[in-house]
């Protein structure tokens, strides 16, 4: 039968999964890779290590070798600024999306171009997440790095360089850098971070092909030469492809180290302040959707403050009392809805009755509290219900966290069983290179799934909870304006 590999180029690992045509799982592994963390809000990566990390992978999977694939497709982690010479080589450590230095460049860009819809063609926060503040920080601090660098692309990209030497990215993992409309480079906002617009690559849609795998790669990686490789699309959207929401028009909560937050929707001019609204040109569908900045980073902190592994700490909230405290997850700022990296977690409402247990009931419940919010600001503004919510997560298949995912969000859930569903949809992207529509493919390579439906009482639980966690999230917002306040009056 024909095979698909899907490469999935993440936040701390590589992992890939080769499909066949029935979307069964051959085989899959993954290979993990350092992360470097420097006060400063510094969070690098090295992109040699992503590379190794494949060779990895590829190595322990011998089933590529005797079922090689008919095609390959990427994904990745995104926004990650990745400085490349004319040779793919890098300039300079990958800055993550979760590197926060940027933080006075937003501001300034922020305060310069306001509105960033016209430029950017989807309202794209003045992050210190996102590229423009990260390519200002670069020119202002490592202004030498310019003449050196040809290409600013994703770890996906990266990749996608070293198999066939294409350089090409898709329009949305290059937002900031590109307008996502027309894949043209912004260039009155990229010389405002003193960079040229050649910097910015060739844009194409993710489902197309950058090339094939070259003679020297198929050397290096033990791959056939000659396999076309698609240009790919960020992690989040893979996920949306292999959960079947551009089928279904369906909302989503995709729970990693943050959680992606968002639905289809009906109308393309729909926006809600504070989420992505993504255009046709780059999805088969518009969409509204946000990151959030925490999500199993919050998860695997308080393992940390109630003194247990990640792996135990559903059991150990299983073991909850009827009430816990309200959690804001916003450990290292927050981006959807916020887009504030100052603002910080709070707990509300602790009590002499709340131990270690009502810590990790607070904690799980308030990322899925998070997303609810977000999903809730959808609603609000666009009218539009959500009959069905597709979730994904390495918590799905324990009971605990599927019983706090119902009664926080409050939703009708449809739970994908698959760890590895990035990958796959990369797989999907994979299978389009032969002609086949990306609805055909989701379809038949789409994960296994069950729905599970809330009760009266999770109804109940999920209203309340929101109301607090709203709350919550007012007065974390107050918090952070008071401390400028009596930060800028002790200057």
Known sequence: MTTYLGVDVGTSAIRIVLLDESGAVIASTSSSYETQRRPGGVVEQDPSTWSDALRLALAAMPEVQSRPPAAIGLCGQTPTVVPVDAHGQPTYAALTWQDSRASREALELAERFGDPSPLVGTAL????????????????????????????????????????????????????????????????????????????????????????????????????????????????????????????????????????????????????????????????????????????AALAWVSRLVGCDVEDLMALAATSGPTWPTFVPYLSGERAPLWDLDVRALFLGVDDTHGRAEMAMSVVSGVFLAARHILTLIVETTREELP???????????????????????????????TDMSARGSAILARTLDGTSLAVASERLGAPSRQRNPDDGDLISSRRLLDHFRWASDAAVRWREYQTDQSGADD
């Open 125 to 296: 926060p003045w992050s210190a997440a996102n590229m423009p503040a990260k390519l200002l920080w670069l020119s202002r601090h490592e202004p030498e790095l310019r003449a050196r660098t040809h290409a600013i692309i994703q770890p996906k990209d990266f990749i996608g360089m070293e198999l066939t030497g294409s350089a090409m990215s898709d329009p949305w993992s290059s937002k900031g850098l590109c307008n996502v409309v027309d894949g043209a480079p912004i260039t009155p906002l990229l010389e405002a971070c003193g960079w040229s617009s050649e910097i910015c690559p060739t844009t194409a849609p993710p489902w197309t092909t950058r090339g094939s795998v070259s003679a020297s790669a198929a050397k290096s990686y033990g791959l056939p030469e000659g396999t076309p490789v698609t240009v790919g699309a960020s992690d989040a959207f893979t996920e949306m492809f292999s959960a079947g929401v551009f089928v279904n028009s369906s909302a989503f909560v995709f729970s990693g180290t943050s959680s992606i937050v968002g639905t289809a929707v009906r109308d393309p001019h729909a926006r809600v302040p504070g989420l992505f609204n993504v255009p046709t040109t780059c999805a088969p569908s518009p969409v509204l959707y946000g990151p959030t900045q925490s999500g199993g």
């Open 388 to 418: 069905e919510v597709q979730v994904v997560g390495r918590g799905v298949g324990d009971s605990t966290w599927e019983k706090i995912a119902v009664q926080s969000l409050g939703l009708p859930l449809r739970f994908h069983d698959d």
